[in-house]
């Protein structure tokens, strides 16, 4: 795994940068007239583990540290 940086506000917190996955949920369909038909939202996440758990975070929020 990668060693990166994750922005929480104005700190950096030093994480381990997993991978970058797509989060999916269902909405239902809205019972008014007119209204939303339904599907499926999706959009991307990073994973990272800080203090050995995992979160899930924007991708724009992580720093990636260059290995050399």
Do not use: T, W
């Not at 959009?43 to 979160?55: G, Q, S, T, Y």
């Amino acid at each position: 795994m990668q060693e990166c940086y994750i922005k929480d506000g104005e700190d950096l917190i030093e994480a381990e940068f997993i991978g970058i996955y797509q989060h999916s949920r269902v909405i239902e369909p809205s019972p008014m007239l007119g209204g939303h038909p339904g599907g499926v939202i999706a959009h991307p996440i990073a994973l990272v583990r800080v203090n050995n758990r995992f979160r899930q975070v924007n991708p724009f929020d992580v720093v990636m540290v260059e290995e050399d």
